[in-house]
């Protein structure tokens, strides 16, 4: 009975491990199963460690299961040494910044963010949730950086913004059209260095969970939740992930085909995806460029920080172009429900050669 239900356990594994593969539209609710992902990789290891004190012959078993998900085990948490990255070295930075408003835990959110800012010295930062309101921040960024824009989506109630702060030149930008309520993708491009970069600023589609959603979420997690409570709040949790996970597939669609268009250039894409690193959306970005976290990261990287909702949703991608240097969570600043993800990326030789070629 343990063996079947450590058979079963990385049958569970493999399915969540791959969900990525699963077109969301046909299958919505296997695609949200990579969040459930890092759930069943504890139990396996649990039965790893069972085995190997009652009866070691059979702790093959769970060997094999991590074996078959090391893939997506990789992508989840990668692990690599830190390196110092070389001079010349462009740092992107890519925080979702919940409009200021540091809810719950702080008044003065802005000013924490703002110092952040100063002593992160980032060239380009790239925002999301960047409401400018009574706080007056729109000022008090372009103090930092000299060219800057916001591009606000939506309508009030529902409306949001991303912002671009960068120390290079803002030649144009171009909107990255998909069906959203209140949320998108914005390219623009920089002269950096002589070249023409584009950085693609992303807020895919959210959750749309409430507060009271998050919150009851969290309380089933504690067990403080009646049986048939949990059952209705569990169906609507689904109900609302799922939709979720089919909006934002022809979103990622739409952007990963805006890169094949302008792949003769080089690329940086941030954003807050909305979605777990075992997602369609993530995979359908990381066909088009490199994730800059998968391959120099260390760690789950959780950069998503509320109500039980602990998952890395936050991403640097670069075209082959750039060379990627350790790409960081930081976790030192709460002043958003979001920590943010920041990265160093050089032009790579092989670019510098094709153009003294030309």
Known sequence: MIGG?????????LIAGYADLLPPQRFPLLACMGLAFPGFLIVNMAFLVFWLIFKPRLSLLPIIGVLLVLPPLQVYCPIHVKT?????????????????????????????????????DADIVCLQEDMDTW??????????????????????????????????????????????RANGSVAYFLSVKGDT??????????????????EKYSDMLKGEVDKDSAR?????????????VEDRA???????????????????????????????????????????????????????NQKGFYVRIDNIFCSSHFVPYNSKVDS????SDHYPIYCWLKISPKTVKNKENK
């Open 197 to 214: 970069v584009i950085v693609i600023n992303n807020h895919l589609e959210s959750n749309h969970l409430s507060l009271s959603d998050r």
């Open 84 to 120: 110092t990255p070389p001079s010349g070295t462009i740092k992107v930075l890519s925080y979702n910044v919940q409009a200021y408003s540091g809810h719950p835990r702080y008044d003065d959110a802005f000013d924490m963010i703002y110092d952040y800012f100063v002593k992160c």
């Open 250 to 304: 022809p979103q990622a669609d739409s952007v990963a085909a805006y890169i094949r268009a302008h792949r003769h250039l080089p690329i940086i894409l941030c954003g807050d995806f909305n979605d777990n690193p075992i997602s369609y959306v993530r995979r359908t970005i990381a066909k088009e460029l490199t994730d800059c976290y998968v391959e120099t990261g260390r760690g789950p990287g959780i950069s998503y």
């Open 232 to 244: 209705a709040e569990s169906r609507k949790l689904l109900k609302k992930l799922t939709q979720a």
């Open 332 to 335: 030192k600043i709460d002043a």
């Open 135 to 180: 706080r007056n921040a729109k000022v008090r960024m372009d103090s930092l950086y000299a060219y800057s824009d916001t591009v606000r989506f939506g309508r009030t109630p529902f409306f949001n913004a991303i912002g671009i702060y960068s120390r290079y030149p803002i030649l144009k930008k171009e909107r990255i059209h998909y069906t959203s």
């Open 5 to 13: 239900g450590n058979v079963a356990t990385i049958l569970l594994m």
